[in-house]
């Protein structure tokens, strides 16, 4: 490890969430001298887990798909930190609420079909041709987002790859994931789940345009491994922590950040809520961009104008999700299930329950306003179904998410009763008694992420350009991970790839670093 005589360290990362920790760690590694602040008194952010009711349960739902397809267990060397994967299979299984039919997706393609053709023969055919399109798109995007975005790394894979996706990929991405979908499929009890699974998941309608590639979501789960850490999501976060501190990296939790310091061309140090003044000649911030630019730099060079500016004419988002945890003496068992998947009853998969499009369309206006949806999207779990390490014996533990649940809802969120109504809706297609086998559950709301999680407005930003405008660098500092700001860099949902469990933000931003270093 480097100790810089000059500086308190030679990195300071801003944030443990996953890509913070990822960063910090590679930065660790690299023999740079490396401080982690986080504000919370755990490390991870929302791909956390935590205690509730005697279980082990997670922050978000947090199915690790994207993550697998990334190096950084291996080059982090998390295994020999903890850090094992279960292999979920099926991936998810899918329903909705028009025809309450539901079907696994595994990660076979045929055996997909297989599934489909029982519970909805029409869409047989537009599935293949969907994988057949889809899939190459999601090699692609999955390969390209694995190293830093430049035009030369995306001519390289594309070259890498035969061109194979390249056409399907940029035509998607300037079509709505609804009219996507619908080019395959005239049935939109097989298009809904996959809504939800991409474009509703970001708070948005699968009708807007742009929002195309969301609808690659089943054809991901076709060419990533989906898995679960062992002991919860939160086995992740840990065995990264354990990777920094074991590469000589310097951890301080329950530590607020007031001010990023600039000197000349460059930044100098960052200031917490303690009165301590840190210095360091490069500083990572793995939080929201706006808070960073417009909150805490303190003397930013004249370069840096228009960019604060910008920031601080962007409009912030609200948050959209809410997650119910349960512990319950049954997990529940779908009375809803045709046949054919009857034996996934006591699977881990995920389970999604979708409206129509149209309601799903109604339902990002009716946020807007404050709103929620009648037929609400919902994703189950029963995660203790293949890891009987998160809950007490004989129980299980059960997560409900909820989309389109918006911030500023009108009743307010000092009430249960509308995360009362989702786990009832959802309870109509358990079997009977489902409801009194729960012990005790819990909401967590959108305004429980801004004060739990620190996300304003409890909304996390996440990376929405797509990979065509992180390869030109549109928004250099969400794109290039650096700053105009000399030593200060950028990392987290809000940068290319975007959100979710991936880590590749955090780990192309630490190549970026190392290489400006040279």
């Known amino acids: 490890m480097t100790k810089r005589s000059e500086t308190d360290f030679d ?50 739902n947090c199915d690790h798909l994207t993550f697998r397809t990334t190096p950084i267990a291996e080059e982090l060397n998390l295994s020999a930190h903890g850090l094992q994967y279960i292999d979920v299979e099926p991936p998810q299984v899918n329903g909705d609420w028009t025809t309450e039919k539901f079907w696994p997706l595994w990660h076979d393609v045929d055996r ?8 909805h023969p029409g869409s047989v055919e537009g599935y293949r041709n969907f994988a057949q399109t889809a899939i190459p798109v999601a090699r692609l995007i999955l390969e390209a987002a694995a190293n830093p975005p430049t035009r030369g ?3 390289s894979t594309v070259i890498r790859r035969g061109g194979r996706g390249v056409a399907s990929m940029l ?11 619908r080019q395959f499929f005239d049935d939109e009890a097989v298009i809904g789940p996959a809504m939800v699974e991409g474009p509703v998941v970001w708070g948005l309608s699968p009708e807007t345009p742009g929002t195309g590639l969301g609808a690659i979501s089943y054809a991901l789960r076709h060419v990533g491994t989906l898995g679960r850490p062992i002991g919860g999501s939160g086995m992740l976060t840990e ?82 999700e809410s997650k119910i ?25 995920t389970v999604i329950v979708s409206p129509s499009l149209a309601e799903l369309h109604r339902g990002s206006q009716l946020m807007r306003d404050g709103k929620t949806m009648p037929r609400m999207a919902l994703l189950a779990n029963t995660p203790s179904n293949i890891d009987n390490t998160i ?62 999680f620190h996300l ?54 630490a190549l970026t670093i190392i290489k400006e270093m040279g």
């Open 112 to 119: 997909t079909i297989d599934e489909l053709a029982i519970a």
């Open 11 to 60: 990195a300071i990362v801003i944030g443990a969430g996953h890509n913070g920790l990822v960063t910090a760690a590679y930065l660790a590694r690299h023999g740079l001298s490396t401080l982690l602040i986080e504000a919370r008194s755990e490390v991870g952010g929302t791909a956390a887990s935590e205690q509730y009711g005697g279980a082990t349960v997670n922050i978000c």
């Open 239 to 320: 065995a990264l922590k354990q990777s920094f501190l074991a590469a000589g990296g310097f951890l301080r939790t329950s530590t607020r950040v007031v001010g990023v310091i600039c000197e000349g061309s460059r930044v100098s140090a960052v200031q917490t809520g303690d009165g301590a003044t840190v210095t360091a000649r490069i500083v990572v911030s793995a939080c929201d961009p706006q808070r960073t630019f417009v909150q805490w730099l303190k003397n930013p060079p004249a370069k840096a104008n228009s960019l604060v500016a910008r920031w601080k004419n962007h409009t912030a988002g609200e948050g959209y």
């Open 171 to 181: 035509r998607m991405s300037r079509m709505s994931a609804a009219d996507v979908m």
């Open 456 to 509: 304003p407005k409890g909304h996390a930003l996440s990376f929405g350009g797509g990979p065509l405008a992180a390869f030109m660098g549109t928004t250099p500092e969400l794109t290039r991970y650096h700053t105009p700001i000399k030593g200060l860099y950028l990392t987290g949902a809000a940068t290319f790839p975007g959100a979710g469990v991936w880590g590749s933000s955090g780990r192309n931003a």
């Open 325 to 349: 945890d349960a512990i319950t003496n049954t997990p529940p068992l779908f009375n809803a299930f045709t046949d054919s998947v009857n034996g996934l009853q006591t699977t881990g998969s």
């Open 391 to 452: 809950a007490p014996a004989g129980k299980s533990v059960f997560s409900l998410e909820a989309l389109y649940t918006p911030y500023s809802f009108v009743d307010g969120w000092e009430s249960r009763e509308e995360p009362e109504r989702w786990l009832r809706q959802f309870g109509a297609l358990a079997q009977p008694g489902f409801m009194e086998s729960i012990d005790q559950w819990r909401v967590v709301t959108p305004a429980d992420y801004e004060t739990q």
């Open 153 to 155: 790394s995306l001519l």
